[in-house]
């Protein structure tokens, strides 16, 4: 039979009362439905004899046994293990009222209100009084005290019952009434237990007579449970009565309370195998986030490793443009994704920590640090790549500069030595007279000061061909072959000249008379022309400027050109007055000129119309530098306007660091006002994020104008962008924190004003602020807790706070460790205590047994995972549950 009396005594008066006023729908003022009477008297009457045989005796009718109240006290004392006062012996019907007194003020000592019910209605045989108050003792000492999952008394024994005959086909309780009909319920409850006493398949949904009978039967014979109803009441009325149903299920419950502790030792396998599982999804999870983010960033780094050259400024503003597209939309998602990571490892390992498990070692090459050394090598390459698409558009900018001035140069020195090489090799000196001779010799002098003045543009193609060799011009080839031509045709005048020249001298005794005015006219009209075709040269030539100074140093070049006209116009008359001084001459004399001067190409027409090109060219160079001065001017307003935003945007950002900095250090209120009050410091940070956008446009603007520099500010566009992601993930990093204070406090069961009394701790031994301190400080704070320690112990505790001998200390690790050292938690040893219930006391534990006591999914993990036993005693199939146990907590390998 059940022990009632430990449970008993641990039960308060309180919630007693409370119990039995929910339960207490015993109709008062209504006679009792009379099949339900029948089924209470027999159930109340077998239950009342199962205690009282203990003390020798029993009961035949409910309402006369009870009425001297001899047999109740004694009732009383039996379930309850407590001494009564004396009864009197007395037959009088004072006695008897004395007696139930005594019995029913014992029973609302133990917290049970008793309504309506009285001494005299007992003493008067009162059959519904009596019924109802032995279905309050009943309730009080049988039933109230049942618990299981955090429910009680009737939910708690619906529940048992629930629990018990789930895996049974054909039964389905869910009340203790019709649920229990047919029988089966009863069967699966004795076959859930012991299966050995019945064979459950044999019976029928549809012979309720039968199953009832077995299951009364077995109940009594074997599990020493009265039985206390018959089949034919219970199947012969519509609604059986709950009351008499409870009654007889609780003598089944306390039969069974042995397997009880099997079903704790389940429960709290359950409750570690689910911590766990849930560990185990988390690490998988970020295993793949962070292999996706590795795999993103090794496959984006080559990208911008890429030094491929291109061969114009446009292909190269298209990389440039497809690198803004990267780090626009291709890469703030990858920043948000690295956040969360961070975010979930720190959750993870909280979590591992507050459930008493080793910590998360991500597989090799995953780790945070791994993450964020990637991710420091991405950003490397990144500002390497601009760095040379920059360089790379100033590059090919001057190279097309220099290629458009060589093809210049070369078609004009081409054009002057076209026919040269047909000149230097005619003998026309063989035939002429002397003074044909000597103006051949003449004109060749001229014709060698002409080529001495070309002597500087030959140079200067050659240096410009070697500077785009040097800056690796894509069609150098091209240049080379060019250039080439133009050095060795050069080399060809040069020695037809000096042949020429000797044979015009050896003939040169021969000649008597020249004409100084045509010689004077060739001598300062070639120089004159080359200045001409210089200055036309230098008024063609392409700039390229990227600031003020430097137009303005062409202007003020280009006025200073100016300024020499004047004198060359006199030059020009000069030479123009000779030309006519000749004529003159000729003319005064009877001279018939043969044509040309003889001396030089270079007629007073030419000279003119070259003037007259170089004059018109004066005012459009002056239009052309005026335009790029508007240029350069509109260029600086874009710097100012970038300036100016980017100087508001890091003195915000500057502020705003510096600010959660104070914040982490100095939030007031609960954690959950700390965490609301972060989040919308987030949001408000956000909200600033169209200025972050409006500077990116602007920057956008300088980058198109192609300025590569900024007198006006220290910021850069890169400097401000890495600054705004660090403000984004220290607020994220400080909620995280916050959050996983949260889960340590409701794990840890850490109260608000203990969470105060810890941060206020910290913060007066943390004397920089920085929410870490140093190994010092975080000694003289645990002694300042009530912590007596020596050596061995601190470096205990450091190697708990401090895993990774950084020889700091966080505020998260000190509260980890208060709580660790307050809380109890679970441990292998208790996991394995709670297996060995499971297996019977063995050493270990059959896949049936795990499939029996667990549900499927975690009877499935651990037999997945469990290795065979290998101890003398091992059957076939055995599991070793000792090394699972261990493994789980970190102790051994799985």
Known sequence: MVDYHAANNQSSAGGVQTYMEQENDWDRDLLLDPAWEKQQRKTFTAWCNSHLRKAGTQIDNIEEDFRDGLKLMLLLEVISGERLPKPERGKMRVH???????????????????????????????????????????????????????????????????????????????????????????????????????????????????????????????????????????????????????????????????????????????????????????????????SDLLEWIRRTIPWLENRTQEKTVNDMQAKQEDFRDYRTVHKPPKVQEKCQLEISFNTLQTKLRLSNRPAFMPSEGRMVSDINGAWHTLEGAEKGYEEWILSEIRRLERLEHLAEKFHQKAAIHESWTDGKEAMLTQKDYETSTLSEVKALLRKHEAFESDLAAHQDRVEQIAAIAQELNELDYYDSASVNTRCQKICDQWDVLGALTHSRKESLERTEKQLESIDELYLEYAKRAAPFNNWMEGAMEDLQDMFIVHNIEEIQGLITAHEQFKSTLPEANKEREAIQAIQSEVLKIAQSNGIKLSGANPYTTITPKSIDSKWEKAMAMVPQRDHALQEELNKQNSNDSLRATFASQANVVGAYIQAKMEEIGRISIEMNGTLEDQLTNLKDYQKSIMSYMPEINKLESYHQHIQEALIFDNQYTSYTMEHLRVGWEQLLTTIARTINEVENQILTRDAKGISQEQLYEYRASFNHFDKKRSGQMVSDDFRALLIATGNSLGDGEFARIMGIVDPNGSGAVTFQAFIDFMSSETTDTDTADQVIASFKILAADKNFITPDELRRELPPDQAEYCIARMAPYAGPDAVPGALDYMSFSTALYGESDL
């Open 96 to 290: 008897k009222i004395n007696n139930v007194n005594k019995a029913l003020d014992f029973i609302a000592s133990k917290g049970v209100k008793l309504v309506s019910i009285g001494a005299e209605e007992i003493v008067d045989g009162n059959a519904k009084m009596t019924l109802g108050m032995i279905w309050t003792i009943i309730l009080r000492f049988a039933i109230q005290d049942i618990s299981v999952e955090e429910t009680s008394a009737k939910e708690g024994l619906l529940l048992w019952c629930q629990r018990k005959t789930a895996p049974y086909k054909n039964v389905n309780v869910q009340n203790f009434h019709i649920s229990w009909k047919d029988g089966l319920a009863f069967n699966a409850l004795i076959h859930r237990h012991r299966p050995d006493l019945i064979d459950y398949d044999s019976l029928r949904k549809d012979d309720p007579v039968t199953n009832l009978n077995n299951a009364f039967e077995v109940a009594e014979k074997h599990l020493d449970i009265p039985k206390m109803l018959d089949a034919e009441d219970i199947v012969n009325t519509a609604r059986p009565d709950e009351k008499a149903i409870m009654t007889y299920v609780s003598s089944f419950y306390h039969a069974f309370s042995g397997a009880q502790k099997a079903e704790t030792a389940a429960n709290r396998i359950c409750k570690v195998l689910a911590v766990n599982q849930e560990n185990e999804q988390m690490m998988e999870d970020y295993e793949k986030l962070a």
